[in-house]
């Protein structure tokens, strides 16, 4: 009989293992030497250590999930307990089973970790779900449909959470994408009848435009075009494939109409050049009359001087403001001394104005006599105060003296 330290062989050939509940046999090994067979099943030993041992290495490096790790050590376990192998099978047991402890823990480890990715996937969508109802309400046409894409994006690239709460934010989120779609669908419906009105609408007013290109009645054209402009811009938008050329033809006619009456003004200011000379040496005139010393000699001057600016005609348009301004100047001068003049010889101030005078007379000549009766009776106070009232009185009579002199 051939031994080992984990196995023997019988003579007969009977290879045996031995473990914790004693030796068992492994097998028969009839065509070899006892140390062949014994080297034979150390072999399916060292098999099954290597086994363990990768299987040690991936539970610990977390590379399995915990179910099948689970699985993977107890279908190891089963072929360990009824290996045909010589060696420390007990061991080997005892490896795998210390396994199950990390498996737990790792088991744990990922269901927490489920569990706070679930939670933050929860918050996330209740975020998209927020925003998208908030878009819903809004009128931001331009932005918020590229938006709501990424928001859907964005949950799509989220995991699921429980079904239920799931479902309901989804609902939510989908409802709120149906609404803004249908509001924005209503917008631009909204926006595309306006701007076919519009279209009608500016359509005529480049008609309008385009008949009145060739008037030479200046003034009154130049309002109806005016007119026209103001209607184009209530008008609106219309249609961007004919807004362009509308305009286009709108303002060219325009253009056409102010750029000949351009000509023609340019042409007026040349021929009115020579007016511009004469009143201005008819200003020179009038305003060597300010300032005024003889308000009749000058108001005689100004009228014969109007006569003749009226009658010399127009002159260009940037001299007309300057011209008339200087002019009004002059008449303003000579009747703002017409009114003085008035204002100091009006008989109903100048007769109030003696009255006050007399009025003021007569009081002081009271309070002089009341004066004198108080210093012969020696009354001091009485005194102080009478004379305080004659000085008041005798400023104001010196100032309604000099206003009667005014009107004199």
Same mark, same amino acid.
């Given at each position: 009989?051939?031994?080992?330290?984990?196995?023997?062989?019988?003579?007969?050939?009977?290879?045996? $293992?031995?473990?914790?509940?004693?030796?068992?046999?492994?097998?028969?090994?009839?065509?070899?030497?006892?140390?062949? !067979?014994?080297?034979?099943?150390?072999?399916?030993?060292?098999?099954?250590?290597?086994?363990?041992?990768?299987?040690?290495?991936?539970?610990?490096?977390?590379?399995?999930?915990?179910?099948?790790?689970?699985?993977?050590?107890?279908? &190891?376990?089963?072929? $360990? $307990?009824?290996?045909?192998?010589?060696?420390?099978?007990?061991?080997?047991? @005892?490896?795998?089973?210390?396994?199950?402890?990390?498996?737990?823990?790792?088991?744990?480890?990922?269901?927490?970790?489920?569990?706070?990715?679930?939670?933050?996937?929860?918050?996330?969508?209740?975020?998209?779900?927020?925003?998208?109802?908030?878009? !819903?309400?809004?009128?931001?046409?331009?932005?918020?449909?590229?938006?709501?894409?990424?928001?859907?994006?964005?949950?799509?690239?989220?995991?699921?959470?429980?079904?239920? !709460?799931?479902?309901?934010?989804?609902?939510?989120?989908?409802?709120?994408?149906?609404?803004?779609?249908?509001?924005?669908?209503?917008?631009?419906?909204?926006?595309?009848?306006?701007?076919?009105?519009?279209?009608?609408?500016?359509?005529?007013?480049?008609?309008?435009?385009?008949?009145?290109?060739?008037?030479?009645?200046?003034?009154?054209?130049?309002?109806?075009?005016?007119?026209?402009?103001?209607?184009?811009?209530?008008?609106?938008?219309?249609?961007?494939?004919?807004?362009?050329?509308?305009?286009?033809?709108?303002?060219?006619?325009?253009?056409?109409?102010?750029?000949?009456?351009?000509?023609?003004?340019?042409?007026?200011?040349?021929?009115?050049?020579?007016?511009?000379?004469?009143?201005?040496?008819?200003?020179?005139?009038?305003?060597?009359?300010?300032?005024?010393?003889?308000?009749?000699? !000058?108001?005689?001057? $100004?009228?014969?001087?109007?006569?003749?600016?009226?009658?010399?005609?127009?002159?260009?348009?940037?001299?007309?403001?300057?011209?008339?301004?200087?002019?009004?100047?002059?008449?303003?001068?000579?009747? @703002?001394? /017409?009114?003085?003049?008035?204002?100091?010889?009006?008989? /109903?101030?100048?007769?109030?104005?003696?009255?006050?005078?007399?009025? &003021?007379?007569?009081?002081?000549?009271?309070?002089?006599?009341?004066?004198?009766?108080?210093?012969?009776?020696?009354?001091?106070?009485?005194?102080?105060?009478?004379?305080?009232?004659?000085?008041?009185?005798?400023?104001? &009579? /010196?100032?309604?003296?000099?206003?009667?002199?005014?009107?004199?």
């Amino acid at each position: 009989m051939t031994t080992s330290e984990w196995g023997r062989v019988a003579e007969d050939g009977t290879v045996y $293992v031995r473990t914790a509940d004693g030796e068992r046999p492994v097998g028969q090994y009839p065509e070899g030497s006892p140390e062949e !067979a014994l080297a034979f099943y150390a072999k399916r030993y060292d098999e099954l250590a290597g086994s363990v041992h990768l299987l040690e290495q991936r539970v610990n490096a977390a590379v399995v999930s915990p179910d099948e790790a689970t699985e993977s050590v107890r279908s &190891l376990r089963a072929q $360990v $307990v009824d290996a045909s192998a010589v060696g420390d099978l007990t061991s080997l047991v @005892g490896r795998l089973d210390s396994l199950l402890p990390v498996i737990s823990q790792q088991r744990q480890a990922r269901r927490a970790e489920r569990a706070e990715k679930a939670a933050a996937a929860k918050e996330s969508k209740e975020r998209l779900v927020a925003e998208a109802e908030k878009l !819903a309400e809004s009128n931001d046409w331009r932005n918020g449909a590229n938006r709501l894409r990424q928001l859907l994006d964005d949950w799509k690239a989220l995991p699921r959470i429980d079904r239920s !709460a799931d479902d309901q934010l989804w609902h939510r989120f989908s409802t709120a994408r149906t609404s803004y779609t249908r509001r924005r669908k209503a917008h631009f419906a909204e926006q595309n009848e306006k701007r076919e009105g519009a279209r009608v609408v500016k359509q005529r007013l480049v008609k309008e435009a385009e008949a009145l290109v060739n008037s030479r009645e200046w003034g009154p054209t130049t309002g109806a075009y005016r007119d026209l402009m103001r209607q184009w811009k209530a008008a609106g938008p219309a249609p961007r494939d004919v807004e362009d050329e509308l305009w286009k033809r709108f303002r060219g006619a325009q253009d056409t109409f102010f750029g000949a009456r351009d000509e023609a003004m340019a042409a007026q200011d040349s021929e009115f050049a020579a007016n511009a000379e004469a009143k201005e040496k008819l200003l020179a005139e009038a305003e060597a009359l300010v300032p005024v010393t003889d308000v009749d000699a !000058a108001k005689r001057a $100004v009228r014969d001087i109007s006569e003749r600016w009226d009658a010399i005609g127009k002159v260009p348009r940037d001299q007309i403001r300057p011209l008339e301004d200087r002019m009004r100047a002059v008449e303003q001068a000579i009747r @703002g001394i /017409e009114e003085e003049k008035w204002r100091r010889t009006d008989p /109903e101030k100048s007769a109030r104005a003696d009255d006050m005078v007399a009025k &003021l007379q007569e009081a002081i000549g009271k309070v002089e006599s009341d004066l004198e009766k108080a210093r012969t009776s020696g009354d001091e106070k009485r005194v102080t105060e009478l004379e305080e009232n004659l000085a008041s009185r005798r400023a104001f &009579l /010196e100032m309604a003296e000099q206003a009667s002199a005014d009107y004199s």
